[in-house]
């Protein structure tokens, strides 16, 4: 079945030619302050985009971070008011708490020190009688409190002697690096530590100036000795 065609039925209005040119002359003004604002919105964003083109790159990295700046700023600002609040109300404390027990001074030492003892004792725990009086029976008034507690063995005594007994100290004294001091020995360098060394920098310093010196007292020694020998040499005969 073919579709059906429906006639327009268009009929001429009564509408006369004034108030047609009249309907056309507010299209035409409509149309040409549309077309204003489309160019006045144009150039704006072209002069935007103009701009953005010349910023530098790191501008938008900037930008960001002054907003982020000054997003820290605006909480700190609200946190310092809050402690603002907050220190108020802890000035209202404090200031109470001045009125309840006022601070009426000292006029000696004393009373000073009485006024500090008394604000020490007030924060004192109070004793406990009961308990200081089962730990003396306990402890029977020992000054650490385990004086009776701890019995010691007679091995471990047993071991102390023997770690004390001469033999342990001369077995000990053999296994010391240090070479043993002794009160009579004459005093030959000036180091007694490093006798080595001390005698090397008297050579090195003063053995020129001392050499006539130690010449004079070997030779009448080694004079005597020869002369001891001689003699039982004679005595042998």
């Known amino acids: 079945m073919a579709p059906q065609i429906e006639l327009s039925t268009w009929a001429p209005t009564s509408i006369s030619f004034a108030e047609r040119q009249e309907n056309r002359i507010k299209r035409l003004r409509s149309l040409r302050s549309a077309r204003k604002q489309a160019r006045i919105n144009n150039y704006q964003e072209t002069v935007a985009e103009e701009a953005r083109s010349n910023l530098p790159p790191n501008s938008a990295l900037d930008k960001q971070a002054n907003s982020q700046e000054t997003e820290k700023a605006e909480k700190e600002h609200s946190g310092v008011q ?8 802890e000035a209202e404390r404090v200031e109470f708490k001045k009125r309840k027990n006022p601070d009426e001074g000292f006029s000696t030492y004393e009373q000073a020190t009485v006024s500090q003892y008394n604000g020490l004792v007030e924060n004192m725990p109070t004793a406990d009688t009961e308990q200081n009086e089962s730990k003396k029976q306990k402890y029977d008034d020992a000054v650490d409190g385990v004086s009776n507690v701890h019995e010691d063995r007679e091995e471990a005594i047993d071991k102390m002697v023997n770690d004390l007994s001469e033999e342990q100290i001369v077995k000990r004294a053999r296994y010391s690096t240090r070479s043993g001091y002794n009160d009579d020995a004459d005093i030959d360098s000036i180091n007694d530590k490093k006798p080595e060394t001390g005698d090397w920098n008297l050579n090195r310093f003063y ?21 001891q020998q001689y003699a039982q040499y004679l005595s042998q005969i």
């Open 82 to 89: 809050q402690l603002n609040i907050l220190s108020v109300a």
């Open 207 to 227: 053995g020129e100036n001392t050499a006539s010196t130690k010449q004079n007292l070997v030779l009448p020694f080694c004079c005597w000795c020869k002369l």
